[in-house]
């Protein structure tokens, strides 16, 4: 019934630009704080960037400056705006609904209630 599907990832070389699309059906996100994360090979998964049902946002600070988190509620769609993608961008991105948050800013921790199947975001010449 509920499903969160990202969309948006591919390849691309450094210094370029994707747009990572994180859209929920079967359930509202108006009420929810949204979370991204990736993980590389090799690694633990790690926060992104996230935003509260307010609009409150926080990023990593590797991608501070260059990723954009956003979201429209009206679409029942969070998007993550990734420019300048490094080398080191590439991992497989995720999606995370926490669905009742009960602070006023969003938290990248893995205490989220339904993930994504993940897309893959390969930065490379």
């Known amino acids: 019934q509920i499903h969160i599907v990202e969309s948006g990832g591919g390849l691309v070389q450094p210094g370029g630009s994707l747009r990572l699309s994180c859209v929920a059906s079967g359930v509202t996100l108006d009420y929810s704080a949204i979370g991204w994360f990736r993980q590389a090979p090799g690694t633990e998964r790690e926060g992104v960037s996230c935003i509260s049902p307010g609009g409150t946002t926080q990023y990593a600070n590797s991608v501070k400056g260059r990723f954009t988190i956003s979201r429209d509620n009206a679409k029942n769609t969070v998007y993550l705006q990734m420019d300048g993608l490094k080398p080191e961008d590439t991992a497989v991105y995720y999606c995370?609904?926490?669905?009742?948050?009960?602070?006023?800013?969003?938290?990248?921790?893995?205490?989220?209630?339904?993930w994504g199947q993940g897309t893959q975001v390969t930065v490379s010449s």
């Open positions: 995370a609904v926490q669905l009742l948050p009960l602070s006023r800013q969003c938290v990248l921790s893995e205490a989220h209630d339904l």
